[in-house]
């Protein structure tokens, strides 16, 4: 008898467990556990949408600096190739009215 009653002492602790468990789960009159694992999984399927647009803008960005960058050393690149011509022009009118000239 005494071992029965033993048993039920186990039997009704684990119960109690079990309601606890029920009642962190389910929210007691709160959202509990399963209503916010939904809202997690909600924000974490937004956030991973917000990602992948994040990593077009940034790409896009990217992108658009390279060519920023291309385009302003072209120009720099240019600016001096226009540099060098004028020079040359300048030397070669020199020595073509030097030459005249003598």
């Known amino acids: 008898m005494a071992e029965k ?6 039997i009704s602790k684990l119960n109690s467990e079990v309601a606890d468990l029920s009642k962190i ?5 709160n959202k509990g556990i399963y209503k916010t694992m939904i809202e ?3 924000t974490v399927m937004t ?3 917000s ?8 790409s896009g960005l990217t992108k658009f600096q390279i060519e920023v960058e291309t385009e302003i050393r072209l120009t720099a ?4 190739n226009i540099k060098w011509l004028v ?8 020595l073509v009215i030097t030459l005249i000239l003598v």
């Open 25 to 29: 789960v389910k929210g007691n009159g």
């Open 77 to 80: 690149s240019r600016k001096t």
């Open 47 to 49: 956030l991973n949408e």
């Open 87 to 94: 020079g040359t022009i300048i030397a070669l009118t020199g």
């Open 40 to 42: 997690v999984n909600q």
């Open 5 to 10: 009653c033993t048993q039920i002492g186990t």
């Open 51 to 58: 990602v992948k647009l994040l990593r077009t803008a940034v």
